[in-house]
């Protein structure tokens, strides 16, 4: 079993559209993450979620909206897609909110054209 | 601000030699975590090593170790018996309420 499965692992849509990355995990993990991954290989948070109460929004663009439905789900959906956009799009949980080992998804990365 | 410096984007190491990756960071907490990752060309994110800062003692899993200088704020890798399979980014992290990524650094392993 999976521990953090997020879909898709591949996405790729014209400039303007609307999308969705699901994230699930089955660890029983009280806080969840969505990271962004550039070109350049850098990685940096975007959101943090604890118990479904949303507790780190970093300077990201408000197209992003993040969703979760029950702690065990953390959803982003990304509006009006921009060329920026591009990159790889990693959900990951810890098992409390003071990070003491982060679980990664394996990735989505997603193509804007 | 807390920050993670890696200053070594690339590193290369002959197959069963030793190589060390460097990682500083600052901050003005005294209770943290501290992480390194491998990122495959599979893209997958892998948990290499992870030092607790009140901890004196370095972590050790198996080939790969860290040497831990607090007051230095440095926390490198070192990987001995390099491996064909050790081939990928590697990345710092230091954490309190979320992980804080260094720039990465690209390991090459020769035959």
């Known amino acids: 079993d999976t521990a953090v499965s997020q879909t898709p692992k591949y996405l790729v849509t014209q400039m303007g559209n609307d999308k969705s990355i699901k994230c699930e995990q089955n660890?029983?993990?009280?806080?969840m993450y969505w990271y962004k991954q550039d070109s350049k290989k850098f990685l940096k948070i975007m959101f943090s979620y604890n118990n479904k109460e949303l507790i780190i929004n970093e300077t990201v663009p408000n197209r992003f909206s993040p969703k979760s439905p029950d702690k065990a789900h953390l959803n982003l959906h990304i509006n009006s897609l921009e060329l920026g956009d591009s990159a790889v799009y990693f959900c990951a949980s810890s098992l409390r909110y003071r990070v003491e080992k982060l679980f990664f998804g394996s990735g989505t990365q997603l193509s804007v054209l | 601000a807390q920050t993670v410096t890696q200053s070594q984007p690339e590193m290369s190491v002959q197959e069963a030699e030793t190589v060390t990756l460097s990682c500083t960071y600052d901050?003005?907490?005294?209770?943290?975590?501290l992480f390194w990752y491998k990122q495959p060309p599979s893209r997958q994110m892998i948990l290499v090593i992870r030092?607790?800062?009140?901890?004196?003692q370095n972590a050790t899993e198996n080939r790969f170790s860290v040497n831990f200088q607090k007051a230095a704020k440095s926390f490198s890798l070192k990987i001995s018996d390099s491996q064909l399979g050790d081939a990928a980014m590697y990345f710092c992290?230091?954490?309190?309420?979320?992980?804080?990524f260094g720039t990465g650094t690209r390991l090459q392993v020769f035959p």
């Open positions: 030092q607790e800062a009140y901890k004196q």
């Open positions: 660890l029983g993990h009280d806080t």
């Open positions: 992290a230091y954490n309190t309420d979320k992980l804080i």
């Open positions: 901050t003005s907490e005294s209770d943290y975590y």
